[in-house]
């Protein structure tokens, strides 16, 4: 199974460096690596995992009052789940991602998280539950977790193992597959 697009490139990204470098890249990697980790256990395609979850927040806007963040606000108004669904999808597709895995990445971003949803239930695929579940692990009270602060470098060597992990865990199993 080869990959079309790797986290790096997504990661080198200008879009990707803008918008999720503003909602928190600390955070965003976390949600990655977790999301590799739960989808292993759960028999789901950690590379598609992966990648929603660095992306899972690429649509977040930044809500001020008086020019400071107003977490309230935020939580009353926000909708970055559906405008990050559509942003991913389409750098997803550009970069070259599978038609299919881009629609199930994105999908995956926008039922991460039920703040804008009505009540009811609404039944998830394991890729979504996935992502919903690293992205609430690494939460912090008040949105705390969007401002930890991580330098380009580290970033990157972090991005680039988690490639590598999510590489030998697909040679692996296709491995395993074809013997």
């Known amino acids: ?6 986290l790096e490139t997504l990661f080198r990204h200008p879009i990707v460096q803008k918008y ?12 990655a690596e977790k999301a590799f980790n739960i989808a292993i256990k759960s028999g789901v395609n950690p ?7 660095l992306l899972h927040d690429i649509g977040h806007y930044q809500w001020y009052t008086n020019g ?6 935020y939580k009353q108004n926000d909708i970055h789940a559906i405008k990050g ?8 597709v550009r970069s070259g991602e599978d038609l299919e895995n881009a629609k199930e990445i994105a999908l995956a971003i926008l039922l991460h998280t039920d703040s804008y949803l009505p009540e009811g239930s609404l039944e998830l695929t394991p ?15 008040g949105g705390k977790h969007h401002y930890r602060q991580i330098d ?19 040679e692996y199993n296709n491995l395993g597959k074809t013997s």
């Open 1 to 6: 199974m080869a990959r079309k697009v790797t």
């Open 20 to 31: 999720v470098g503003r909602s928190g890249m600390d955070h965003a990697i976390t949600v």
């Open 47 to 53: 590379d598609l995992a992966a990648k929603a979850g």
């Open 68 to 73: 400071k963040w107003d977490y309230q606000m």
């Open 85 to 92: 669904a559509a942003r991913a999808h389409k750098l997803l």
């Open 127 to 141: 890729l979504q539950k996935v992502v919903a579940e690293a992205d609430t692990d690494d939460e912090e009270p």
């Open 152 to 170: 380009q470098r580290t970033a990157l060597a972090r991005i680039q193992m988690l490639d590598k992990r999510i590489e030998r865990h697909l």
